[in-house]
């Protein structure tokens, strides 16, 4: 959800240059995001032993998570005007708190129970375990895919659409990806246990 930054980064400078070193910026936070969050588990594989353990962790997190963003809907003051030259860092704290990153530990650690019947989940999850520079590659695609999806918005609104579609057109869906983050850590402990 960065790319209305991107749009009034490119509104408070005038130059279209700023919007796409704003999608750019909010790139590399995203990619960080992702890398502090799949590098560590990526390490903690060779710990087999202790996968129930980290299994249960990470559904915890997911549920402590989404229960915070549930009952706290305000997003930090700091992070509300964002001047251009921090979009990265707030494109990493945004990703880190909406668990960009934590959708894909449920693969990597072979949480989900979706393998024998879904032959993307399952080639994704021998991948990612079997490789750190697959999980790179992972990560890298994310966020290209996020950066592509979000820019396209960015561009159409402030190239067509304009500032008034946004005022008009807003809609917030922080509850239904607090809930989200709950219900899948609720499932994996489910199946976990």
């Known amino acids: 959800m960065g790319w209305p930054l991107a749009v009034s980064a490119a509104l408070m400078d005038r130059t279209r240059g700023s919007l796409y070193r704003a999608l750019l910026a909010l790139a590399v936070g995203h990619l960080l995001a992702m890398v502090a969050v799949l590098f560590p588990f990526s390490v903690l594989l060779f710990l087999a032993e202790w996968q129930r353990a980290i299994q249960t962790g990470a559904a915890v997190l997911l549920i402590g998570l989404g229960t915070y963003l549930i009952f706290n809907r305000r997003h930090p003051r700091f992070l509300a005007r964002v001047p251009p030259s921090r979009l990265a860092l707030w494109s990493f704290l945004a990703a880190m708190a909406h668990g960009a990153g934590l959708m894909l530990v449920p693969i990597y650690l072979g949480i989900c129970r979706t393998?024998?019947?879904?032959?993307?989940?399952?080639?994704?999850?021998?991948?990612?375990?079997?490789?750190?520079?697959?999980?790179?590659?992972?990560?890298?695609?994310?966020?290209?895919?996020?950066?592509?999806?979000?820019?396209?918005?960015?561009?159409?609104?402030?190239?067509?659409?304009?500032?008034?579609?946004?005022?008009?057109?807003?809609?917030?869906?922080?509850?239904?990806?607090?809930?989200?983050?709950?219900?899948?850590?609720?499932?994996?402990?489910?199946?976990?246990?």
Request: glycine share 10%; no cysteine; hydrophobic share 60%.
């Open 115 to 193: 393998v024998e019947t879904d032959a993307g989940h399952a080639a994704a999850s021998d991948l990612m375990a079997g490789n750190v520079g697959i999980a790179s590659l992972v990560a890298v695609v994310h966020t290209l895919a996020m950066t592509l999806s979000g820019g396209l918005f960015a561009v159409g609104v402030y190239h067509w659409l304009g500032l008034r579609f946004l005022t008009k057109s807003w809609f917030n869906l922080d509850l239904v990806w607090a809930s989200s983050l709950v219900l899948v850590g609720v499932i994996s402990l489910l199946v976990i246990h």
